[in-house]
């Protein structure tokens, strides 16, 4: 009987369809037999068709009306509602197709002594219908309820409390007792009025004693099942229930929540702010507006995690022009469409430019900066998940090192003021070709503001920005992990010990904003980052606030295992961090800066030559030796253990 309930989700859909069609099929030879007082085989054309035609619509209606989509095991009010307004649908045009064919009946039965359809069939096959599709839907829910006394004799329930005795509260109470996981010890609610009162049998109490309540009763757990709750108050809530020692879950929407499979308690998705654990720093204004407000901007990139975040950012400081780069359609329609929203909800000046292209077209960035007297660029375009790199290497390479040297050197040329390249963590001794051509990249705008340094151009600052992983950026830990617990797992992590540095999005974007700022040419700024994060930490964190915890061999009957895979080519187990000698302070606590070996012009265009022929070739192995040879602490070879 186990095995039946663990079956996957689609193989139970198609079981529940298949059903259906017998039902129907048994509904429509029942009617027939009713009709005629006796057993009936079917034996013409229309009788052919009034049996299988009318499942493709029954089956089509109860899809659009997402009754496959919404849980078996879960019947009440609101779903019988929405089976009987897909069944009155149905049986409309189940009306209007029998007596189509009444009307006809002579075409598709040539034999005049058949009397057409009895007309009372219309009647008789919906009840028949009717009761079968109900009586189902509650022999499925009452099979799941055996299986609960079934299973709870194999496991100790978790006694639980549910936070918010309202319609939403209601509901979830029949979601959890349909997991065969819990026992519901009752409601808690912050209105007085309710309290010794009951709600579906189950009794409500409020916070006065709630530490007693929790003690006498004991609790495990307590499911947070409020709507529309604000974030301070979730937080309070939070911190009220971990000072009692008890885990709080949090519960999502409903309108989510009917639509997923409850072999696991779906919960809502944890806050990103939360994933880091640590505090978040007012950007400085001065250096937020000092490259932007009433200048003309240029951000490269700009429909992607980054590119976009600084646009939002940007926007904000009112430049007189902000163009926007991307080469993907979609993404710079995207954030061109917010954009524009904002400048008019905000009545703003601001002239917005969006460019479809790529920056290897040099004539497009000649157009650019021809037509308009950029004064400060931000440069995000560039492909930087480390596995496509890796199996793409020539591609990837000419996209991020040629992109940057046209835009270094169309930026140099005309006299833009201030140039950020956004770089990586992964720049650092690179293992990978991801971070040995963002290095190359820094490079070259280092080889460009050598003269800058030597004080001949002090008008032009050019830098370079390093950090690490991006909290929910596209393609990121983050958004994974949050998929696969809301399918229920496995979560798969890399190594049990390998960890990255994280931001948040926004966070990233300012801190770049304001190291542009305060550049004076040639840096390569560090953001802080704080400290490192393992993975297999935050795949255990991102589970727990969510409201599960981890299956493992210590807790069989958890609700998301973590699957240990193995580190693809290129990546490291820890990403490095210059030495803290070699790091400076600067005015912003949470920007550093670091020297690294310059390269000047004349060699930069030497080994960019070098490059093209690679490219021409599409020599992977070339490549690797070139970096070898120009890129300090290049290593190749993938972690292996």
Same mark, same amino acid.
């Given at each position: 009987?186990?095995?039946?309930?663990?079956?996957?989700?689609?193989? %139970?859909?198609a079981?529940?369809v298949?059903?259906? !069609?017998?039902?129907?099929?048994?509904?429509?030879?029942l009617?027939?037999?009713?009709?005629?007082?006796?057993?009936h085989?079917?034996?013409?054309?229309?009788?052919?068709?009034?049996?299988?035609?009318?499942?493709?619509?029954?089956?089509?209606?109860?899809?659009?009306?997402?009754?496959?989509?919404?849980?078996? +095991?879960?019947?009440?009010?609101? !779903?019988?509602?929405?089976?009987?307004?897909?069944? #009155?649908i149905?049986?409309?045009?189940y009306?209007?197709?029998?007596? *189509?064919?009444n #009307?006809?009946y002579?075409?598709?039965?040539?034999?005049?002594?058949?009397?057409?359809?009895?007309r009372?069939?219309v009647i008789?096959?919906?009840?028949?219908?009717?009761?079968?599709i109900?009586?189902?839907?509650?022999?499925?829910?009452?099979i799941f309820f055996l299986?609960?006394?079934?299973k709870?004799?194999?496991i100790?329930?978790?006694k639980?409390?549910?936070?918010?005795?309202?319609?939403?509260?209601? +509901?979830?109470? @029949?979601?959890?007792? /349909?997991?065969?996981?819990?026992?519901? +010890? @009752?409601?808690?609610?912050?209105?007085?009025?309710?309290?010794?009162?009951f709600?579906?049998?189950?009794?409500?109490?409020?916070?006065?004693?709630?530490?007693?309540?929790?003690?006498?009763?004991?609790?495990?757990?307590?499911?947070?099942?409020i709507?529309n709750?604000?974030?301070?108050?979730?937080?309070?809530?939070?911190?009220?229930?971990?000072?009692?020692?008890?885990?709080l879950?949090f519960?999502?929407?409903?309108?989510?929540?009917?639509?997923?499979? *409850?072999?696991?308690?779906?919960?809502?998705?944890?806050?990103?702010?939360?994933?880091?654990?640590?505090r978040?720093?007012?950007?400085n204004q001065?250096l937020?507006?000092?490259?932007?407000?009433?200048?003309?901007?240029?951000?490269? $990139?700009? $429909?992607?995690?980054?590119?976009?975040? &600084?646009?939002?950012?940007?926007?904000?400081?009112?430049?007189?022009?902000?163009?926007?780069?991307d080469?993907?359609?979609?993404?710079?329609?995207?954030?061109?469409?917010?954009?524009?929203?904002?400048?008019?909800?905000?009545?703003?000046?601001?002239? &917005?430019?969006?460019?479809?292209?790529?920056?290897?077209?040099?004539n497009?960035?000649?157009?650019?900066?021809?037509?308009?007297?950029?004064?400060?660029?931000?440069?995000? !375009?560039?492909?930087?998940?480390?596995?496509?790199?890796?199996?793409?290497?020539?591609?990837?390479? %000419?996209n991020?090192?040629? $992109?940057?040297?046209?835009?270094?050197?169309?930026?140099?040329?005309n006299?833009?003021?201030?140039?950020?390249?956004?770089?990586?963590?992964?720049?650092?001794?690179?293992?990978n070709?991801?971070g040995?051509?963002?290095?190359?990249?820094e490079?070259?705008?280092?080889?460009?503001?050598?003269?800058?340094i030597?004080?001949?151009?002090?008008?032009?600052?050019?830098?370079?920005?390093?950090? @690490?992983?991006?909290?929910?950026?596209?393609g990121?830990?983050?958004?994974?992990?949050?998929?696969?617990?809301?399918?229920?797992?496995?979560? *798969?992590?890399?190594?049990?010990?390998?960890?990255?540095?994280?931001?948040?999005?926004?966070?990233?974007?300012?801190?770049?904003?304001?190291a542009?700022a305060?550049?004076?040419?040639?840096?390569?700024f560090?953001?802080?980052? @704080?400290?490192?994060?393992?993975?297999?930490?935050?795949? *255990?964190?991102?589970?727990?606030?969510?409201?599960?915890?981890? %299956?493992?061999?210590?807790?069989?009957?958890?609700?998301?295992?973590?699957?240990?895979?193995?580190?693809?080519?290129g990546?490291?187990?820890?990403?490095?961090?210059?030495?803290?000698?070699?790091?400076?302070k600067?005015?912003?606590?949470?920007?550093?800066?670091?020297?690294?070996e310059?390269?000047?012009?004349?060699?930069?265009?030497?080994?960019?030559?070098?490059?093209?022929?690679?490219?021409?070739? /599409?020599?992977?192995?070339?490549?690797?030796?070139?970096?070898?040879?120009?890129i300090?602490?290049?290593?190749?070879?993938?972690?292996?253990?």
């Amino acid at each position: 009987m186990k095995n039946i309930f663990e079956i996957p989700r689609n193989a %139970k859909i198609a079981i529940v369809v298949i059903i259906d !069609a017998a039902l129907h099929f048994i509904s429509t030879w029942l009617a027939y037999t009713l009709r005629w007082e006796k057993i009936h085989i079917p034996s013409t054309n229309l009788e052919y068709l009034v049996f299988f035609v009318p499942v493709v619509f029954l089956l089509f209606i109860f899809s659009y009306f997402k009754l496959y989509k919404s849980l078996f +095991r879960y019947l009440d009010l609101n !779903a019988s509602i929405g089976i009987l307004k897909a069944l #009155a649908i149905y049986f409309i045009f189940y009306a209007i197709f029998i007596f *189509t064919l009444n #009307a006809n009946y002579s075409f598709f039965t040539p034999n005049p002594l058949f009397p057409g359809m009895p007309r009372i069939i219309v009647i008789i096959y919906p009840l028949f219908l009717f009761l079968f599709i109900i009586g189902s839907r509650f022999l499925i829910s009452y099979i799941f309820f055996l299986f609960k006394n079934y299973k709870s004799k194999d496991i100790n329930l978790k006694k639980v409390l549910i936070y918010g005795a309202g319609n939403f509260g209601a +509901r979830y109470l @029949g979601i959890l007792r /349909n997991t065969f996981r819990y026992e519901i +010890r @009752g409601f808690l609610d912050d209105d007085k009025k309710l309290n010794q009162k009951f709600l579906n049998g189950v009794k409500i109490f409020d916070l006065k004693n709630i530490d007693q309540l929790i003690n006498d009763l004991q609790i495990d757990e307590v499911f947070l099942a409020i709507n529309n709750i604000g974030r301070k108050k979730k937080i309070d809530i939070k911190n009220k229930f971990q000072s009692l020692n008890v885990k709080l879950r949090f519960v999502p929407d409903l309108d989510d929540l009917l639509q997923e499979d *409850t072999s696991i308690i779906p919960t809502s998705q944890p806050d990103i702010l939360d994933l880091l654990k640590r505090r978040q720093i007012n950007p400085n204004q001065n250096l937020i507006k000092k490259n932007i407000f009433d200048k003309v901007v240029f951000v490269s $990139g700009a $429909g992607g995690s980054i590119g976009s975040e &600084l646009c939002n950012q940007i926007i904000k400081q009112i430049p007189k022009k902000l163009i926007i780069l991307d080469h993907s359609e979609f993404s710079i329609h995207q954030i061109n469409e917010k954009l524009n929203i904002f400048i008019k909800k905000n009545n703003l000046k601001t002239n &917005l430019i969006p460019v479809l292209g790529n920056l290897l077209d040099k004539n497009l960035i000649k157009k650019i900066f021809n037509e308009y007297k950029v004064d400060t660029i931000y440069h995000a !375009a560039a492909y930087k998940h480390v596995s496509l790199v890796e199996e793409n290497p020539v591609s990837s390479v %000419k996209n991020n090192v040629i $992109g940057t040297l046209n835009l270094t050197k169309e930026a140099k040329i005309n006299n833009v003021k201030t140039f950020v390249l956004i770089s990586s963590d992964k720049a650092i001794n690179p293992t990978n070709i991801m971070g040995a051509s963002k290095r190359l990249c820094e490079m070259i705008v280092q080889a460009f503001s050598i003269k800058n340094i030597n004080g001949i151009n002090k008008e032009q600052n050019f830098c370079s920005v390093r950090f @690490g992983n991006v909290l929910n950026s596209s393609g990121s830990v983050v958004p994974i992990f949050s998929k696969q617990i809301s399918s229920g797992g496995p979560v *798969t992590v890399r190594h049990k010990n390998v960890s990255r540095y994280f931001m948040t999005i926004p966070e990233a974007s300012e801190l770049v904003i304001q190291a542009g700022a305060l550049s004076s040419g040639g840096e390569i700024f560090i953001l802080d980052m @704080g400290k490192a994060i393992k993975i297999y930490e935050l795949a *255990t964190h991102m589970i727990e606030l969510s409201g599960l915890t981890v %299956k493992n061999a210590t807790n069989p009957y958890g609700d998301i295992e973590i699957l240990i895979t193995k580190l693809k080519d290129g990546e490291k187990l820890e990403e490095e961090l210059p030495n803290k000698l070699i790091m400076q302070k600067t005015l912003h606590e949470r920007i550093n800066k670091t020297s690294e070996e310059f390269i000047d012009e004349k060699n930069i265009e030497t080994i960019i030559n070098n490059l093209i022929s690679l490219f021409d070739q /599409n020599d992977k192995i070339g490549l690797i030796n070139l970096f070898k040879k120009y890129i300090k602490g290049y290593k190749p070879e993938p972690y292996k253990k």
